[in-house]
T-cell receptor, first 114, second 109 residues
Framework: DAGITQSPRHKVTETGTPVTLRCHQT?????MYWYRQDPGHGLRLIHY???????DKGEVSDGYSVSRSKTEDFLLTLESATSSQTSVYFC?????????????FGEGSWLTVV | GIQVEQSPPDLILQEGANSTLRCNFS?????LQWFHQNPWGQLINLFY???GTKQNGRLSATTVATERYSLLYISSSQTTDSGVYFC???????????FGKGTTLSVSS
């Protein structure tokens, strides 16, 4: 258990509404990430954070914003949800493990935009 | 930026068979990792292997960084090995992992 929790785990929302997904860690790690997973695309990086209030864009950041006001929480916001944002969203943290530095994933948030 | 390509995209095996999954990456990397995603969606680290060979039970991995590829070997496959296998490498800034599209493995009894 890498101490990562995502909420909500499942959500159905309507097109045009804002949605916020929360990632919470108990490990005090500096780096946190949001990925989305879609069939045929693997995992694609949306945004990441390298410290409180320090964030940067990934390869599929359009339509998403993030915030990190404290070390343990990294929020992903869909400003105006679209059907193309129906996906599984994974949060991850980067930390040290027995095999070296590695990344640990949350259990995922299934989002459906109708 | 770094490109990560995996092959084959799909693999179907009978229980007990061996398999090799390949990962090619386009630029020099100092951190190559393999993950397994089980049928319930959970992502598990398998290996952190920027170079050399590591083994963990029936699984082993080899990375030849100078030739920009990594191999994941699964021996005596079991139905519990089913799922998607991803390799990933860090971008040049070392700030984020870039994933391949994965190999979907189905092992039948």
């Amino acid at each position: 258990d890498a101490g990562i929790t995502q909420s909500p785990r499942h959500k159905v929302t309507e097109t045009g509404t804002p949605v916020t997904l929360r990632c919470h860690q108990t490990e005090n790690h500096r780096y946190m990430y949001w990925y989305r997973q879609d069939p045929g695309h693997g995992l694609r990086l949306i945004h990441y954070s390298y410290g409180v209030k320090d964030t940067d864009k990934g390869e599929v950041s359009d339509g998403y914003s993030v915030s990190r006001s404290k070390t343990e929480d990294f929020l992903l916001t869909l400003e105006s949800a679209t059907s193309s944002q129906t996906s599984v969203y994974f949060c991850a943290i980067f930390g040290s493990g027995s095999s070296g530095n590695t990344i640990y994933f949350g259990e995922g948030s299934w989002l459906t935009v109708v | 930026g770094i490109q990560v390509e995996q092959s084959p995209p799909d693999l179907i095996l009978q229980e007990g068979a061996n398999s090799t999954l390949r990962c090619n990456f386009s630029d020099s990397v100092n951190n190559l990792q393999w993950f397994h995603q089980n049928p319930w969606g959970q992502l598990i680290n398998l290996f952190y292997i920027p170079s050399g060979t590591k083994q963990n039970g029936r699984l082993s991995a080899t990375t030849v960084a100078t030739e920009r590829y990594s191999l994941l070997y699964i021996s005596s496959s079991q139905t519990t090995d089913s799922g998607v296998y991803f390799c990933a490498a860090y971008n040049q800034a070392g700030t984020a992992l870039i994933f391949g599209k994965g190999t979907t493995l189905s092992v039948s009894s």
